[in-house]
């Protein structure tokens, strides 16, 4: 120390101690950390949403599409078979009609359609499609059919039959895939 005028004048300290940069430098880590898992949690969640939204749209257009096939069903008798049956059948798994194919897909016209769900807890829904044969000597089976997965992940569908016009509101036979529990 250098005397300036009558007394002695202490210069003071340039910078900080280590320990304040050691704190500084421990408080930064921990809001980057606290800032990381919140922007990793939003984007878990935002993830999500968007797989829900997913899941729920492919939901909607299946019921979609499948209501707009079951309302075009069109009453198809086999010729040659003795009962002459009517091309409409159904049961736990599935259900068996014939309806329209739009002139935009293949060539058109009426189509054998199954509709049905495995026996999988989560099954997906398969619809399978073929040209029936009305002079035929027995009901088509589905073996040679175009099949297409309609939605995934199907835990429970319900078919109701209401009659040809509607009926009172009460279906007249009703087929579910899965047992309530």
């Known amino acids: 120390m250098r005397p300036s005028g009558l007394g002695f004048a202490r210069r003071p300290h340039a910078g900080f101690t280590l320990l304040e940069l050691t704190i500084a430098l421990v408080l930064l880590a921990l809001m980057g950390a606290v800032l990381y898992g919140a922007l990793g949690f939003a984007g878990t969640s935002w993830d ?16 979609e599409f499948m ?9 198809l008798r086999m010729r040659k078979v003795a009962e002459f049956p ?13 309806a329209a194919l739009p002139s935009r897909v293949s060539a058109g016209g009426i189509w054998y359609y ?22 035929g000597t027995r009901v088509p089976d589905f073996n040679d059919a175009e099949k297409s997965i309609i939605v ?30």
Request: net charge positive; no cysteine.
């Open 67 to 75: 209501r707009a096939q079951l309302e075009q069903q069109h009453p």
């Open 114 to 135: 199954r509709l049905s769900v495995g026996d999988d807890v989560r099954g997906p829904l398969v619809l399978e499609r073929m040209v029936p044969d009305v002079n």
């Open 48 to 63: 999500k949403g968007e797989a829900k939204v997913d899941a729920t749209s492919g939901m909607r257009l299946a019921q």
């Open 86 to 98: 009517l091309l409409f059948l159904g049961d736990r798994n599935e259900i068996r009609y014939a």
């Open 152 to 181: 995934t992940g199907i835990a429970e569908i319900r078919f109701a039959y209401y009659g040809r016009d509607g009926g009172s509101g009460r279906p007249l036979a009703f087929f579910r895939s899965r047992n309530a529990e």
